[in-house]
């Protein structure tokens, strides 16, 4: 019976290690995290608290390593310790060409504009922007009138650390920052 058992629990093992192979899987592909309900559709499971049991496991797992396993309220994502920010904001490769973060950037100031007037503003070119804003997930689009609503999303918000419904600066007000802290920063090269 002894050697029943432990065929048994190999095989529970096994099952165990490919299903956090399959959730790390699925965190690491939906960067802005997944509910657990979620997560138990995705992976047929019906029992939720196995699948809580199993998070924690990769979550302690995750800890020993450069990226964390976190659980927010109800949503489970991978995050970048706080210490490792910066080092990781400078050593990315940026995302987006400059012409499709300015459009990001027209519809964020706005807090969200129909996509006629984003094409308006930005020119044809704005509908491939739209496209890949979308399948990046920084903006999201509803159906308004005859035209679309395009508004940020939370992945927007959290990316560029900007509380939602947070009013953008000015560009007037970015170019005296701007102007400031180089004139800080040409101050302090001339004193060394």
């Known amino acids: 019976m002894g050697e029943m058992e432990n065929k048994s629990d190999n095989k529970n093992d096994r099952n165990e290690v490919e299903l956090k192979a399959k959730i790390e899987s699925i965190l690491f592909c939906i960067p ?11 992976l047929n499971l019906g029992l939720k608290d196995d699948l809580k049991k199993i998070l924690e496991d990769l979550k302690k797992d995750w800890d020993k390593k450069g990226i964390k396993l976190v659980n927010e309220g109800d949503v489970w994502r991978f995050k970048i310790p706080d210490e490792h920010v910066e080092l990781v904001r400078e050593a990315a490769i ?9 459009t990001l950037a027209y519809i964020a100031w706005r807090g969200g504009a129909r996509q006629c007037d984003v094409v308006r503003v930005r020119s044809n070119k704005a509908y491939r922007h739209i496209q890949i804003l979308i399948e990046k997930g920084f903006i999201e689009s509803h159906k308004s009138g005859l035209s679309k609503w395009l508004q940020p999303t939370r992945k927007f918000y959290e990316y560029f650390k900007i509380e939602p419904g947070q009013k953008l600066p000015l560009p007037e007000d970015v170019e005296k920052v701007l102007a400031e802290r180089n004139a800080e920063r040409n101050k302090n090269n001339t004193i060394e």
């Open 94 to 102: 940026p995302e987006f060409e400059t012409s499709i973060l300015e």
């Open 32 to 42: 802005e995290g997944v509910s657990l309900e979620t997560l138990a559709n995705k």
